[in-house]
T-cell receptor, first 110, second 116 residues
Framework: LAKTTQPISMDSYEGQEVNITCSHN???????ITWYQQFPSQGPRFIIQ???TKVTNEVASLFIPADRKSSTLSLPRVSLSDTAVYYC???????????FGTGTRLQVTL | DTEVTQTPKHLVMGMTNKKSLKCEQH?????MYWYKQKAKKPPELMFV???????INESVPSRFSPECPNSSLLNLHLHALQPEDSALYLC???????????????FGEGSRLTVL
């Protein structure tokens, strides 16, 4: 089971790019990396998933180096509404192993 | 319809009560999950149903009893709970429980449970 490590918290100003890194040293060959966003008293919401190199969608980019032992979620030009907890998960394709790490609390201010 | 609907949103119960939480999805997903989340902590996986069969029970006490009557519905029956069971209970679904990455988990808004 690949354990993930993330910074507990990060602060940013509105309009800046935010990069949140997740360490997953024990990732297995078939594992995917998935990121979720959670606002208080709401369920987590899927942001992005990737296997290697770079994945981009309308809200974020995910960078995964060749060794896949870490990944970086990049949020371009954050706004106040991006204040939330961000979780990195290693998805082995086995439902039982969808375990959330401690998450990173992002605080965006003016 | 890309929603997971959970009811009730809030529930207060005594330690001797029997109550149930309900979760519904109409996306044709074949995997459904129950997570428990305490304040300022990450969600913890409790149960997983794959194709309406219980595939994972993460050592959850028997006072929590899951049920999957059909592919769209997931229940969590509660009996003789303790105050420390107070938490946000989240239901989620995914298209399939295995394969090349489980893919996106769709979460409901959660049911906030308070045990007195």
């Amino acid at each position: 089971l690949a354990k993930t490590t993330q910074p507990i918290s990060m602060d940013s100003y509105e309009g800046q790019e935010v990069n949140i890194t997740c360490s997953h040293n024990n990732i297995a060959t078939n594992d995917y990396i998935t990121w979720y966003q959670q606002f208080p008293s709401q369920g987590p919401r899927f942001i992005i998933q990737g296997y290697k190199t770079k994945v981009t969608n309308e809200v974020a980019s995910l960078f995964i180096p060749a060794d896949r032992k870490s990944s970086t979620l990049s949020l371009p030009r954050v706004s106040l509404s991006d204040t939330a907890v961000y979780y990195c998960l290693v998805d082995s394709g086995t439902a039982s192993k969808l375990t959330f790490g401690t998450g990173t609390r992002l605080q965006v201010t003016l | 319809d890309t929603e997971v609907t959970q009811t009730p949103k809030h529930l207060v119960m005594g330690m001797t009560n029997k109550k149930s939480l309900k979760c519904e999805q109409h996306m044709g997903h074949r995997a459904m999950y129950w997570y428990k989340q305490k304040a300022k902590k990450p969600p913890e996986l409790m149960f997983v149903y794959s194709y309406e069969k219980l595939s994972i029970n993460e050592s959850v006490p028997s006072r929590f009893s899951p049920e999957c009557p059909n592919s769209s519905l997931l229940n969590l029956h509660l009996h003789a709970l303790q105050p420390e069971d107070s938490a946000l209970y989240l239901c989620a679904s995914s298209q399939h429980p295995g394969g090349s990455g489980t893919g996106e988990l769709f979460f409901g808004e959660g049911s906030r449970l308070t045990v007195l």
